[in-house]
């Protein structure tokens, strides 16, 4: 017998037109808080980044290819990761499917991290992905969109991330992951310690090109990018919702069959 209330058909329909009524304020309000995104005042990029890709060294202008919108997703897949980010892995799942429509929308979709070209392609053969995926190593690139940070800045709480300051870091001398915490499940997953998988940070940061100049226009950090959970819609949807009392619950596509 369930423990959730139950109820008749037209008590049900009352109960959803009522939910229906938030649905659409929600709906409305979120397309308000796009066009407050899009009214953001953009700041010109003078600096030089480069990356390496799949057809070799490439600025950050050339990443637009062809396009005037430039969309990145900062993965979290440091040099010293054996593997990438599991929560990373499991956004990336979702974008691989839709960043062709993108590209033909005149966006264009390129995921950056801080890995090896070499690491970051035998990975994505791994999972089974086709979106770019570029190298920022030996670039600013991640520093400067708050997306990496030195174990100085982290062992001072110099650590300026999702726009707030954090204290310094608890360092566990020898601690190597599988603790309880979802930081130490992940970095244990990813084939490093816990400091150095907070070290990298994920995050979206949005760029256009406009009369031959670079322009970022927004970026977002932590919980700013639940949107992009292909998952996480769906159970929002479902009889139980996200359901993740239990913890950390999602691995990497290829993982389940193996628990």
């Known amino acids: 017998m369930t423990k959730h209330p139950t109820g ?5 329909m009352r109960a959803r037109l009522d939910l229906l009524t938030a649905e659409k304020e929600l709906t409305q309000r979120n397309d308000e808080l796009a066009r407050q995104r899009q009214a953001l005042p953009w700041v010109r990029i003078d600096k030089d980044y480069h990356f390496e890709t799949d057809q070799g060294s490439a600025s950050l202008k050339d990443l637009f290819d062809g396009r ?3 969309l990145v997703y900062h993965f979290m ?21 839709i960043f062709l429509h993108l590209e033909n929308h005149d966006v264009r979709l390129v995921a950056v991290s801080r890995a090896p070209l070499a690491k970051l392609q035998a990975y994505r053969q791994r ?14 690139f991640n520093a400067d969109f708050n ?13 300026y991330y999702n726009y707030r300051r954090e204290s310094a870091f608890e360092w566990r001398a020898g601690k190597q992951g599988g603790g309880q915490r979802a930081e130490d499940k992940f970095a244990d997953m990813s084939g490093t310690d816990t400091a150095t998988y907070q070290r990298d940070r994920p995050g979206l940061s949005a760029f256009a090109l406009q009369e031959g100049a670079v322009y970022h226009t927004y970026s977002a950090y932590a919980r700013g990018l639940d949107a992009l959970w292909g998952m996480y819609p769906w159970l929002d949807r479902a009889p139980k919702g996200r359901n ?16």
């Open 8 to 12: 008749t058909r037209e008590a049900w």
């Open 77 to 97: 897949f440091g040099p010293d990761y054996k593997a990438g980010c599991p929560s990373c892995s499991a956004i990336a799942d979702g974008f691989n499917g």
């Open 68 to 70: 005037s919108q430039l």
């Open 244 to 259: 993740e009392s239990g913890g950390v619950w999602w691995k990497r596509h290829d993982e389940y069959a193996k628990s």
């Open 127 to 140: 999972m089974g992905w086709h979106f770019p995926w570029v190298s920022s190593a030996g670039s600013d």
């Open 147 to 159: 997306v990496w940070f030195s174990e100085e800045q982290q062992r001072e709480g110099d650590i």
